[in-house]
């Protein structure tokens, strides 16, 4: 438990266009709609949140709840991925060097 952010190895994990599944902590909580959150932060807690998500990712169509889920959490995913692209973040930050 800390009050630091988690945010910036999330964000490389982000990247990777991949689920990326966290605790339940509030360390994550400035990327919560971006992530997958796991149940509690003891073994079991995330054995028994892994079951659910795998499964999903497995076959969608065992856990319609879940799969669509991880689907927002996709979709979220992708914007955030499209704002925070070089090519989307260089220009503005050429802007800001030259005063523009």
């Known amino acids: 438990?800390?009050?630091?952010?988690?945010?910036?190895?999330?964000?490389?994990?982000?990247?990777?266009?991949?689920?990326?599944?966290?605790?339940?902590?509030?360390?994550?909580?400035?990327?919560?709609p971006l992530i997958l959150r796991l149940p509690g932060t003891s073994a079991e807690d995330i054995a028994t949140g892994l079951i659910p998500l795998v499964r999903a990712l497995r076959d969608p169509g065992a856990d319609p709840d879940v799969a669509a889920r991880m689907a927002t959490t996709r979709d979220n995913v992708t914007r955030w991925r499209q704002s925070h692209?070089?090519?989307t973040l260089a220009p503005r930050l050429w802007r800001q060097i030259c005063g523009l």
């Open 1 to 32: 438990h800390t009050a630091e952010s988690a945010s910036g190895a999330i964000r490389q994990a982000l990247a990777l266009d991949r689920p990326v599944i966290a605790t339940s902590l509030r360390i994550f909580d400035d990327v919560d």
């Open 85 to 87: 692209a070089y090519e």
